[in-house]
């Protein structure tokens, strides 16, 4: 985490600083300012204060005191925490009162944080865009469908924040916003008690301020939960202390941006023309166009085919709330037949198996987290093409914030690794990083 995260751990561990007050005021800052960007859709100061108060308890006992101890956690408003009512991004006709945690709500609790709040998510996690603001232009798009995490983060009001990603919903507001953001790989972290859209693609992700705070907070999410098959034979990784190893050489970026997940604007080919000048003999380009296109495709019949399936209940109860753009992909799902869907999950397997034969040869791949900068509208959340493939083979995907635009947008790459390499991404996504602020 940074020093400051880590500065203010410490003071709310030692109890230098009061929870409860450090709450309080809290709340009436970010009020204040989210009254702009609108990252958050409930900040419920009972149930913030009543954890403040449980924290300060478990200190003044002598309790194990976990390592996100006091530090405010943001999560997205289609999982499930106690005492906050669950959204999904629609009218309030559509809220849900969970009567338990999400499992990744549990753990973030256990590790000693604090739910602060639940922040926006576009209409059930879909590509309709939401309220959020850009914090660093307000008239951009923050991205989606994890808007309200990423702004949350970037605007500074927490160290951390939850999101999900079925198809760059993580990533791509995390490039937007400036921020970094990780999506692990598919089933290190159990999704019980999140809206489920796509059982196949849907992940849970993070994003933080460094990376340090996203190994941490990931570390305490992980593992399997005997809930969510997926998670079933999870390992634990060593991401924190992982990440502070050294390369003993540097580390080998396989370079992978095809025409087919669309063209990059000027500025954006710019940053990464340069970025690979500067790696030099470190990167090299791989072509995979058709395995790239087979990846579009697949991803578009899973995912229209299992919305249609796992939203039908909301289709029945909530037909007038949904967006039209939700509506018309389950329409599209029901008329995949049988066959074409298990055609593309054996796609999907053929291609996983394929690319991570690059990994014999190579640490990671190197590919782009958006096209362009932040849309100059919020009617759109971004196109999310450059991760779609690494979405559904679920390879573990990391946003690392490196360029700025001339008119001071962030823009961002992608650093993908084998599945259970995580550790491994977070480390050349740090090398990236570090090698970046000394050239």
Same mark, same amino acid.
């Given at each position: 985490?940074?020093s400051? +995260?880590?500065?203010?751990?410490?003071?709310? *561990?030692?109890?230098?600083? %009061?929870?409860?007050?450090?709450? $309080?005021?809290?709340? /009436? @800052?970010?009020?204040?300012?989210?009254?702009?960007?609108?990252?958050?859709?409930?900040?419920?100061? %009972?149930?913030?204060?009543q954890?403040?108060?449980?924290?300060?308890?478990?200190? $003044?006992?002598?309790?194990?005191?976990?390592?996100?101890?006091?530090?405010?956690?943001g999560?997205?408003?289609?999982?499930?925490?106690?005492g906050?009512?669950?959204?999904?991004?629609?009218?309030?006709?559509?809220?849900?009162?969970?009567?338990? %945690?999400?499992?990744?709500?549990?753990r973030?609790?256990?590790?000693?944080?604090?739910?602060?709040?639940? +922040?926006?998510t576009?209409?059930l996690?879909?590509?309709?865009?939401?309220?959020?603001?850009?914090?660093?232009?307000?008239?951009?798009?923050p991205?989606?469908?994890?808007?309200?995490? *990423? /702004?949350?983060?970037?605007?500074?009001?927490?160290?951390? *924040?939850?999101? +999900?990603?079925?198809?760059?919903?993580?990533?791509?507001?995390?490039?937007?916003?400036?921020?970094?953001?990780?999506?692990?790989?598919?089933?290190?972290?159990?999704?019980?008690g999140?809206?489920?859209?796509?059982?196949?693609?849907?992940?849970?992700?993070?994003?933080?301020?460094?990376?340090?705070?996203?190994?941490?907070?990931?570390?305490?999410?992980?593992?399997? %939960?005997?809930?969510?098959?997926?998670?079933?034979?999870?390992?634990?990784?060593?991401?924190?202390?992982?990440?502070?190893?050294?390369?003993?050489?540097?580390?080998?970026? /396989?370079?992978?941006?095809?025409?087919?997940?669309?063209?990059?604007?000027? *500025?954006?080919?710019a940053?990464?023309?340069?970025?690979?000048?500067?790696?030099?003999?470190?990167?090299?380009s791989?072509q995979?166009?058709?395995?790239?296109?087979?990846?579009?495709?697949?991803?578009?019949?899973?995912?229209?085919?299992?919305?249609?399936?796992?939203?039908?209940?909301?289709?029945?109860?909530?037909?007038?709330?949904?967006?039209?753009?939700v509506?018309d992909?389950?329409?599209?799902?029901? @008329?995949?037949?049988?066959?074409?869907?298990?055609?593309?999950?054996?796609?999907?397997?053929?291609?996983?198996?394929?690319?991570?034969?690059?990994?014999?040869?190579?640490?990671?791949?190197?590919?782009?987290?958006?096209?362009?900068?932040?849309?100059?509208?919020?009617?759109? @959340?971004?196109?999310?093409?450059?991760?779609?493939?690494?979405?559904?083979?679920?390879?573990?995907?990391?946003?690392?914030?490196?360029?700025?635009?001339?008119?001071?947008?962030?823009?961002?790459?992608?650093?993908?690794?084998?599945?259970?390499?995580?550790?491994?991404?977070?480390?050349?996504?740090?090398?990236?990083?570090?090698?970046?602020?000394?050239?």
């Amino acid at each position: 985490m940074s020093s400051e +995260t880590w500065a203010l751990r410490d003071a709310l *561990a030692s109890g230098q600083l %009061d929870l409860e007050e450090y709450y $309080k005021t809290w709340l /009436a @800052t970010v009020r204040t300012r989210d009254e702009e960007l609108r990252a958050f859709v409930s900040l419920d100061e %009972d149930q913030i204060l009543q954890q403040a108060a449980q924290l300060t308890s478990a200190r $003044k006992q002598s309790r194990a005191l976990g390592p996100l101890f006091g530090l405010g956690v943001g999560v997205k408003d289609i999982i499930d925490v106690k005492g906050f009512p669950t959204g999904f991004g629609l009218p309030e006709d559509a809220v849900s009162f969970p009567m338990r %945690d999400s499992t990744v709500s549990r753990r973030l609790k256990a590790c000693g944080a604090l739910v602060a709040g639940k +922040t926006v998510t576009t209409p059930l996690a879909s590509r309709a865009p939401a309220q959020t603001r850009n914090p660093i232009n307000p008239d951009r798009s923050p991205g989606g469908s994890s808007s309200g995490s *990423a /702004a949350a983060v970037a605007a500074g009001f927490l160290p951390f *924040a939850l999101g +999900t990603q079925t198809n760059g919903s993580v990533i791509r507001p995390g490039a937007f916003c400036g921020i970094p953001a990780f999506k692990p790989s598919f089933g290190l972290i159990p999704r019980t008690g999140t809206l489920i859209q796509s059982n196949t693609l849907d992940q849970i992700g993070v994003f933080a301020r460094d990376l340090d705070g996203i190994a941490q907070v990931t570390e305490c999410l992980m593992g399997e %939960d005997g809930q969510d098959i997926a998670s079933q034979g999870a390992p634990r990784l060593a991401l924190s202390s992982g990440l502070r190893e050294e390369w003993t050489r540097s580390p080998r970026f /396989a370079w992978v941006i095809p025409p087919s997940l669309g063209h990059p604007s000027e *500025a954006m080919r710019a940053a990464f023309e340069e970025l690979l000048e500067f790696l030099g003999p470190a990167v090299e380009s791989v072509q995979y166009d058709y395995l790239i296109e087979d990846c579009l495709e697949a991803h578009g019949v899973i995912h229209s085919a299992e919305i249609a399936h796992h939203y039908q209940g909301l289709m029945k109860q909530h037909s007038g709330l949904l967006p039209q753009l939700v509506i018309d992909q389950m329409n599209v799902g029901e @008329t995949i037949s049988a066959k074409r869907y298990l055609d593309a999950l054996a796609l999907r397997d053929r291609s996983r198996q394929a690319f991570e034969d690059t990994f014999d040869d190579f640490d990671v791949i190197l590919s782009l987290s958006a096209l362009d900068t932040a849309p100059a509208t919020r009617d759109s @959340t971004g196109d999310p093409r450059p991760c779609t493939p690494w979405s559904l083979l679920g390879f573990p995907a990391l946003q690392v914030p490196l360029f700025l635009s001339d008119d001071g947008m962030p823009m961002g790459v992608q650093v993908v690794g084998a599945p259970w390499q995580d550790g491994r991404v977070l480390r050349a996504g740090q090398w990236l990083m570090s090698e970046a602020a000394r050239g």
